[in-house]
């Protein structure tokens, strides 16, 4: 059977790292079994630079992040090209645009704590390109309550 393909923002990242006590980290930890993960270079590449920026003297963050990407398979897609972000940018703001198309492109759901990707023009547009886009919270309360 196939599993569902949830694509993660970098702020579930960014907070799975930061705790193990929050939803972000049991999505990934308890989780990982029953689902397919994905982030893409932007991702990637913006968890390290705010892990540098915010936390920089906490020095085993950013291993913890690699640990946390090997242990929960996390795959890493390329970034989505310029021409499919700049389509989205009448609905999100630009620095948002490579996740959400990446997470069209690849995924049924996108996992977020930012409220930016929680409007209604953009969850109705996703919704439409069969992208379901919740809180960490909110999709383990779907996990666990299926119907």
């Known amino acids: 059977m196939e599993k569902d393909k949830v694509f ?8 799975a790292v930061l705790s193990s006590a929050g939803g972000s980290f049991y999505i990934l930890n308890s989780l990982k079994y029953g689902f397919e993960f994905f982030i893409n270079e932007y991702v990637l590449e913006e968890a390290i630079r705010v ?4 936390f920089h003297q906490k ?3 950013k291993n913890k992040l690699f640990l946390l990407i090997g242990l929960a398979s996390i795959k890493i897609v390329l ?3 310029a021409k499919q972000v700049k ?3 009448r609905i999100l703001n630009e620095k948002d645009c490579p996740i959400l198309a990446s997470a069209i ?3 049924s759901y996108l996992i977020t ?3 930016d990707f929680l409007s209604r023009e953009v969850t109705e547009f996703s919704l439409k390109k069969k992208l379901m886009i919740l ?3 909110d999709f383990i309360q779907i996990v666990r309550n299926p119907n």
Not at 8 to 15: E, F, G, K, M, Y
Request: one cysteine or more; a neutral charge.
């Open 8 to 15: 993660l923002d970098t702020s579930v990242l960014v907070t």
């Open 51 to 54: 892990l540098d920026d915010k």
């Open 59 to 61: 020095e085993g963050y």
């Open 79 to 81: 970034n989505p090209p």
């Open 87 to 89: 389509k989205l940018t």
């Open 105 to 107: 492109k690849h995924c």
């Open 113 to 115: 704590l930012d409220n």
């Open 135 to 137: 809180k960490p919270k």
